[in-house]
């Protein structure tokens, strides 16, 4: 596990041992993000590259990921293609959390090939799905909140 992935699961061991009732803020930078997204797609190349491949039908090569928080939106990019072949890709999506989290792909711009942004929904969706899902085992998330490079999580725990 990297050191940026290895922070966040240290912070997630802290509020797991707050008092019942106690608040708490989480709040990622978009560099933390995006170090974060390096050291999870350098530890797992081969599972997203098979994801990608059962999403829009090719076996792209993805590095150098980038995200960018912005008011109510999250902005990706990576380099990716195949064999030698490499380009720019970028997705947006839309977020939001009203007591239960959405996240809808706006556009994706994936040079040489088409990828519609509803074969990428569940795509970009699933870590940050999975991160909440996580944290409502221990507390009662009141609100999400994304603004231009900060997100910002407060909490009840349970």
């Known amino acids: 596990m990297g050191a940026v992935i290895q922070k966040f699961m240290n912070k997630f061991e802290e509020f797991k041992s707050l008092p019942s009732g106690e608040s708490f803020k989480i709040e990622v930078t978009d560099q933390e993000a995006t170090a974060a997204a390096k050291e999870y797609l350098a530890e797992n190349k081969a599972q997203i590259k098979d ?6 039908g090719f076996g792209l090569d993805v590095d150098k ?26 997705l947006v999506a839309d977020v ?26 569940s795509v970009a969706g699933a870590p940050l799905q999975q991160a909440m899902e996580k944290v409502e085992e221990y507390a009662e998330i009141r609100s999400f909140e994304l603004t231009d490079g900060l997100a910002v999580l407060e909490a009840v725990k349970k």
């Open 65 to 90: 990921p980038a995200i960018a928080f912005g008011k109510d939106q999250i902005a990706l990019s990576a380099k990716g293609g195949m064999g030698f072949v490499k380009a720019n890709a970028s």
């Open 51 to 56: 994801l990608l491949k059962e999403k829009t």
């Open 96 to 121: 939001h959390w009203d007591g239960k989290l959405s996240v809808v792909v706006q556009s994706v711009d994936v040079p040489i090939i088409s990828v519609s942004p509803e074969k990428l929904n």
